[in-house]
C-alpha cells in the first residue's frame, strides 16, 4: 500500500526486480527541498517522478508505516480496515487456487496475506527499491518491477486483481491502467482499489483541527506536483472526483458494483500524514471502489 494523501496534502512470466544502489546524485537529493505547485503532468512525467520519489523514499516509508502494515495482512487504508473483514475480494475460502494480481504492491504485504490464502499473487510496483523490501520480508512470491499503464503480461492471465493506495492516485491516465487490468482479467474477474477520498483534496492535508476547514476546489482537477529547482516534476498525485472514478472505470470497461468508504474504527488511534481519528470521524479519508469484468 502506498498512501499518497500524507504527500498533499495462463500463469504470467515474472521476472526479478533490478535492485539498485541510490548513487551520489540520489543521495544529493535529499538535501533538496522541492517545490509544491499545481500543474499539469502527462503520463511519462509523473511515471518518471514518481518511480524516482518511491526508490528514494521506500527505506523510510517501510520504516514509518510497516509496523501498521504488518508482513502478511491486508489492509486497503490508513482506517486500518482488513481484507479478512471485508472480504471484498470475496471469502477467503474462495481465494483458493486464484490467480491474483496486486498493482502498486509496495513490500507486497497483500500478496503475503493471499498467498496464505491458497491463492498465487504476483506483485507488482514500479519502484525497485520498494520490491526490494518485498524480497527482505522474504515468501515465495512472484515480483514484477513494471509500470501499471503496460502491464507485462498476456490477456485473461489473472481472476483477481487489486491495489492499495497503489498506482491508479499517480498516473496521469487511469482509463489506461483500467483498461490494462481489465485486458489482464479473465471474464468475470474483480478489480478492487482504495485511493484517497476524493473529498479529502478540498482539506488541508493535517490531522489536526486546522484540517477541517476547505481549502480549494474539490473539483480543481490540476495535479499537484513537487519539482526540483530546474521545474522538473519529482512526485506527482492526481485528483479524481467520484464522478470521474466511476466514468473511468466504464470507460475502461468494469461496472462498479461498491463503493466502500470506511468509517474510522475506535481501536485506531494512530496519524498517518493527513489522516487521524479527529478527521476520520468526521469526513472519509478513504474510498474503496470495487468493479467486475462481466
Known amino acids: 500500500m502506498t498512501p499518497e494523501g500524507e504527500r498533499i496534502g495462463g500463469k504470467s512470466t515474472t521476472r526479478e526486480p533490478i535492485i539498485q544502489e541510490p548513487n551520489s546524485s540520489e543521495a544529493a537529493f535529499e538535501t533538496f527541498e522541492p517545490e509544491a505547485t499545481r500543474r499539469q503532468a502527462d503520463v511519462a512525467e509523473s511515471s518518471r517522478a514518481n518511480r524516482g520519489w518511491w526508490d528514494r523514499n521506500a527505506d523510510e516509508y517501510q520504516v514509518e508505516h510497516g509496523t501498521f502494515l504488518g508482513d502478511d495482512r491486508f489492509v486497503w487504508g490508513p482506517e486500518g480496515l482488513d481484507e479478512v473483514e471485508a472480504e471484498l475480494l470475496g471469502p477467503p475460502e474462495d481465494l483458493k487456487g486464484k490467480d491474483v494480481l496486486e498493482i502498486g504492491a509496495g513490500a507486497a504485504q497483500c500478496s ?4 496464505a490464502q491458497g491463492a498465487c499473487p504476483v506483485a507488482l510496483d514500479i519502484s525497485h527499491r520498494q520490491l526490494q523490501h518485498a524480497m527482505r520480508i522474504g515468501g515465495s512470491l512472484h515480483l514484477v518491477c513494471a509500470d501499471a499503464g503496460a502491464l507485462p503480461f498476456a490477456d485473461g492471465s489473472f481472476d483477481l486483481a487489486c491495489s492499495a493506495y497503489g498506482a491508479l492516485p499517480f498516473v496521469a491516465d487511469p482509463v489506461l491502467v483500467l483498461r490494462e487490468v481489465r485486458r489482464v482479467l479473465r471474464p468475470g474477474g474483480r478489480f478492487v482499489f482504495s485511493v484517497t477520498h476524493p473529498i479529502r483534496w478540498a482539506f488541508p492535508d493535517e490531522p489536526g483541527p486546522e484540517g477541517l ?23 506527482v498525485e492526481h485528483h479524481r472526483t467520484i464522478g470521474d472514478r466511476v466514468r473511468d472505470m466504464v470507460a475502461g470497461g468494469f461496472r462498479l458494483v461498491d463503493l466502500v468508504e470506511p468509517e474510522w474504527p475506535a481501536w485506531n488511534t494512530s496519524e498517518w500524514g493527513g489522516w487521524s481519528p479527529l478527521r476520520g470521524n468526521l469526513i472519509p479519508g478513504s474510498a474503496i471502489f470495487v468493479c467486475v469484468r462481466d
Open 112 to 115: 503475503r496475506w493471499l498467498a
Open 213 to 235: 476547514s476547505v481549502s480549494g476546489s474539490y473539483f480543481d482537477r490540476t495535479p499537484y506536483v513537487e519539482q526540483d529547482d530546474e521545474g522538473r516534476a519529482v512526485y
